[in-house]
């Protein structure tokens, strides 16, 4: 298996807090029932960042989270 760590999802975003804050989130919908986006028998870190380095994850900023 190979491992996975927030510098591999620096290509999607170029902040490290930000790629934290993202998977964070992401878990946090897994424990609400939202499905993982890649197939992976990991933990919900693992996945959360596997789902990011993929591209399967977007950051959108506040302000126009908001207004959704």
């Known amino acids: 298996m190979a491992r996975i760590t ?8 170029d902040n490290r ?3 934290v804050q993202m998977a964070i989130k992401r878990i946090k919908q897994y424990r609400e029932g939202y499905l993982p986006l890649v197939q992976c028998d990991n933990k919900e870190v693992v996945t959360a960042l596997r789902e990011i380095a993929a591209g399967k994850i977007l950051s959108v900023p506040a302000a126009q989270e908001e207004e959704a």
């Open 6 to 13: 927030v510098e591999d999802c620096l290509k999607q975003a």
């Open 17 to 19: 807090f930000l790629i």
